[in-house]
């Protein structure tokens, strides 16, 4: 089974930390490097991915067939997806058993979706 794990941040929770505070909050960069290594060797960490912040994202919709593209905020929000991880696990109990360990949990919410659709996938389906 593969899932996303989305990771959501919160500027206005997080203001006033630096980013050194934040990596030691989370428990320092050898305690993360650890995990994602062991993550790694027994196959569950397939991709880690860390976005921007917001204000640098574009949007693109088509309108009467010509792309309309624009650089306001996507949503009116204080929270917003700050990264994510693939993983591949037996269970979903074991996604959850991982969600848990990922150190920024401790301070940002961290939300768990089962993929039901990934590239092979899509591509086979295509045929």
Do not use: W
């Given at each position: 089974?593969?899932?996303?794990?989305?990771?959501?941040?919160?500027?206005?929770?997080?203001?006033?930390?630096?980013?050194?505070?934040?990596?030691?909050?989370?428990?320092?960069?050898?305690?993360?490097?650890?995990?994602?290594?062991?993550?790694?060797?027994?196959?569950?960490?397939?991709?880690?991915?860390?976005?921007?912040?917001p204000?640098?994202?574009?949007?693109?919709?088509?309108?009467?067939?010509?792309?309309?593209?624009s650089?306001?905020?996507?949503?009116?929000?204080?929270?917003?997806?700050?990264?994510?991880?693939?993983?591949?696990?037996?269970?979903?109990?074991?996604?959850?058993?991982?969600?848990?360990?990922?150190?920024?949990?401790?301070?940002?919410?961290?939300?768990?979706?089962?993929?039901?659709?990934?590239?092979?996938?899509?591509?086979?389906?295509?045929?």
């Amino acid at each position: 089974m593969k899932f996303l794990l989305l990771i959501h941040n919160n500027l206005e929770a997080l203001k006033g930390f630096t980013e050194q505070q934040l990596v030691e909050m989370s428990g320092g960069r050898e305690h993360i490097a650890t995990l994602a290594r062991d993550l790694m060797t027994t196959g569950e960490l397939v991709s880690v991915l860390g976005l921007n912040e917001p204000g640098e994202e574009k949007e693109v919709q088509l309108v009467a067939g010509t792309p309309v593209i624009s650089d306001r905020p996507f949503l009116e929000t204080k929270e917003y997806l700050a990264g994510a991880m693939v993983l591949h696990c037996a269970s979903v109990e074991r996604a959850l058993e991982i969600a848990a360990l990922i150190p920024l949990a401790q301070f940002r919410r961290v939300q768990l979706r089962e993929i039901r659709l990934d590239q092979d996938d899509f591509l086979a389906e295509l045929g």
